[in-house]
C-alpha cells in the first residue's frame, strides 16, 4: 500500500485517498473551437508515463482535498507533493528506476 | 514440426521421454522482414501464426523484452468467454469463443480448454436487470446465455452462499456454459509452436528501443540486438502499448495498472465451474492442480510495476468469503501482477495509427486472455490486408474522435 503525504493532514495510508489520474491536464480555454480531434486529445489521450509521473490524489476519508503527487510509476516511490496551485517541480522521466 | 499425437507419446515413452525435439526454434534476426510483431504474449504469437496461416506471410519476426508469454499471458486467470452486451463486442468475443473451440486440434497442442460455465452473479435489482438485458442481448447476437435464478445458481455451484441474510444476498446469475478456462501457458508455448513451424522467427530478450520513421512511415525498429527492417509494425505489448506508440509520436487513451490475482494452496475439487461478480467483486475457478484461482479489480494508480497494494487482495477476500464462507481456513499461496493497457470505454484498439505502416493491437485492459485467438485473427487480416477486418472495424482508434465508444464496463466484469 502507498503511504502519501496529504499536504494538508501529512502521511496516510491510500485507503484514505482516492485517485485522479493524470495531473495537469488544462481544460480548453475556448472549448467552443476544438474540433473533434482536439476533443478527443483532451477528453482521452494520456500520456501513460513510465517513469515519474505527475498524478492527482483525492483526500476523500480525510481532509476532502485535491493535490498532485510526482510519482515514479515503475518502483512507486513518491518523488514530490504538491498543492494543485503551484508548478509542477521538475524531475527527469526516467524508466526502469 | 513433429506432430504431437498418442503415437508420438508412445514412441518416446519407449525410449525414456529423453527424445522429444525443440518445440522451436530461437533464431537470431534476420536484416529485414515483411511484417514484425513487437509483443510475444498470447496476442502477438496468435497474430504471427494467423499471419502465416490465413494470410501466407511467411516473413515474419515476433519481438519478445524478455521471454514470451512472460507477461499478461502468464498473469491472468484464464477465463473464457463471450458474454459481452454490445453487437460489436459479442461478435469479435464469440469469433475467438469459436477459434477456442477448435484450437488444440488447429494448432495441435493441447491447450486445455475446460468449457466448465461462466456464472456472473447478480446481487441487487439493478444487477439482475442488467443481466437479463445481457442474456438477450447475448442471445440475438447468437451467444449462448441463460439465466438462472438464486436456487438454480446453488444447483449450478453448490458450495455458494445464497442466503437472504448475506449484506449482498445472491438473486441470480448469468451462465454461460460455454465459457470456462483454458491453460495459458500451453496457449503461449501452442502459438509459437505453430507460428515456428510456419516459418515465423520468435525472438526473445530483444527489445524494441526506438520506431523508424521516413516521410511520415516506419521503415524499422531500434532493438537491443540491432536495427530490424520493416515496412509494416504491429504493436502488440499489453501494459506497455502507450511506450512503444510514444517511440512513434502516436499518444494512445490508455492507462496502464495493476491487476492482481492470486492462488491458494491446492485443495480437492470442491468448484467445477467460473464463478465472477462484479458487485461484491471477485472471480474464482479452480485449477486443474487444485488451486483457487481468484481475482478482482485493477489498483487505482497508474504503474509499470508488476505487483500492487494489499489492501485491494484484502477486498476481494473479502468479497470472496461472503460468497464462499467454507473457504474461510484455505491459505493463499502466491500473489502477482500484470500491467493491464485499459481504454475509457473497456474496449480494445484493433487497428492504424496516424503513422503509416505502424498497426496497433492494444487496450485490452483486464480482459485480453479470453480474446487471444480472436485477437490475432482479426489483427492478422488487418496487418495483411492493410483494412481492418469488420469484426474489428468497430474497435479503431479513431472512436475516440467520432464518438463511437463501446462501452462495456458491465460485461468486462472488472471495475476501472
Redesign the interface.
Known sequence: MLHISCPWCGPRAETEFRYGGEAHIARPQKPDELDDQQWADFLFMRTNTKGAFAERWYHSHGCRQWFNVIRNTVSHQILAVYKTDEKRPDFPIKGGV | MTKYSIFTIARNALTGHKNWPRQWRSPEPAKDYEVIIVGGGGHGLATAYYLAKEHGVRNIAVLEKGWFGGGNTARNTTIVRSNYLWDESAAIYEKSLQLWEGLSQDINYNVMLSQRGVLNLAHSLGDVREGVRRVNANRLNGVDAEWLDAEAVKEFCPIINISKDARHPVLGATLQRRGGVARHDSVAWGFARAADSLGVDIIQNCEVTGIHQENGRVVGVETTKGTIKSKKIGLVAAG?S??LAQMAGV??????HPLQALVSEPIKPVIDCVVMSGAVHVYVSQSDKGELVMGAGID??????QRG???VIEHQLGACLELFPIFSRVRMMRSWGGIVDTC?DASPIIGKTPVEGLYVNAGWGTGGFKATPGSGWCFAHTLATEQPHPLNAPFSLDR????ALIDEHGAAGVAH
Open positions: 506497455h502507450s511506450v499518444r494512445l487513451p490508455i492507462d496502464s487505482s494508480y497508474n504503474s509499470y510495476a497494494s494489499f489492501h475509457p475516440f474522435t467520432t464518438g
